[in-house]
């Protein structure tokens, strides 16, 4: 089959069962990890972009050479520029300078414009905290007014949780034919977690927010250490939008060194090569087997590649 362009490439990534892992650590169940880092832009977030994009095209709150702008961590940024390039939307993403070099410097190769903005006084480049997202999304709108530019609103849009309603949820349940019992996510903007939970939960599965430990927002426990190395989430933000009416069975709390030490064990014992929130995704997984999930089957999705890691500590 000959697609059209890149962008009909979004979607139906393998699930792949983690047998090594399992049986490294004694677990009686299974792990499911769907590949989403093998997307365009290496990362989940190329289904939220494209749904945005699309919906507001449809909707005529995105006008033809219209500019888009939109706060990023990198991965949504990614995403957006794939899908404005081919699109023919002037793309400007904006990010924190504690983000890893590899993601803005991908983006400019895409064609987008990208801002960097300074993190907060005593900021440590790779911990981005709710503080330094806040002066990204001053900078965001400061932008999007200046240029008369739409803002994809990644935290906001219902296009972003109705990617993965519609689109991550319904392939994991047929790829795995219907054996899902638990699901947990890393929350950032919430969109993944909350789409799947609304597709998934009526279907008995219970899902699970994944956030880091010291930055315990959604749980409401100990927020003492807001800068953490698991770029993409733990904003300490315990009002996601996208996760408003999404039915969750709990959250668990994984620190930076047991991301780390998961994403390097994904690598080295199941091949998969993918960044510091997969890592937390595992870790979480593996925690939920260990607990209330014992024998049963826990999906989760391999959010970005390692590829946009190479220049922290994640792979020291």
Not at 94 to 113: P, Q
């Amino acid at each position: 089959m000959i697609l059209p362009s890149v962008i009909a490439a979004i979607g139906q990534t393998p699930l792949v069962a983690l047998d090594r892992i399992v049986a490294q650590h004694g677990l009686e169940g299974r792990l499911l990890c769907k590949l989403d880092y093998l997307l365009p832009g290496f990362s989940k977030k190329d289904r939220a972009a494209r749904a945005i994009i699309a919906a507001a095209r449809a909707e005529g709150a995105l006008m033809p050479q219209q500019s888009v702008v939109e706060l990023t961590s990198g991965n949504m940024g990614t995403g957006l520029a794939i899908v404005c390039a081919v699109m023919g939307h002037p793309f400007v993403a904006v990010m924190s300078a504690g983000n890893s070099s590899e993601r803005a410097r991908m983006m400019t190769a895409l064609g987008a414009e990208v801002f960097i903005v300074p993190q907060q006084a005593g900021g440590r480049p790779g911990q981005v905290s709710g503080a330094d997202l806040a002066l990204v999304e001053e900078a965001a709108r400061q932008i999007t007014a200046a240029r008369g530019a739409f803002r994809a609103d990644q935290f906001r849009h219902p296009g972003n949780p109705a990617a993965h309603r519609d689109g991550t949820a319904v392939e994991l349940w047929a790829q795995s034919e219907g054996t899902i019992t638990a699901f947990c996510d890393f929350a950032g903007s919430g969109g993944t977690l909350g789409g799947v939970a609304q597709a998934l939960g009526p279907r008995g599965v219970r899902c699970y927010g994944v956030e880091p430990r010291g930055a315990e927002a959604l749980s409401g426990g100990d927020q003492s250490q807001p800068d953490h190395p698991i770029q993409g989430g733990g904003y300490l933000m315990g009002d996601l939008a996208h996760l408003a009416n999404a039915p969750l069975a709990g959250v668990l709390t994984v620190s930076g060194a047991e991301a780390r030490a998961a994403a390097r064990a994904l690598a080295q014992t199941e091949g998969i090569f993918a960044g510091f929130s997969t890592g937390a995704n595992l870790a979480a997984a593996i925690a939920l087997l260990h607990g209330p999930e014992r024998g049963g089957s826990v999906a989760f999705v391999a959010c970005d590649s390692g590829l946009k890691y190479l220049s922290t500590d994640l792979w020291d």
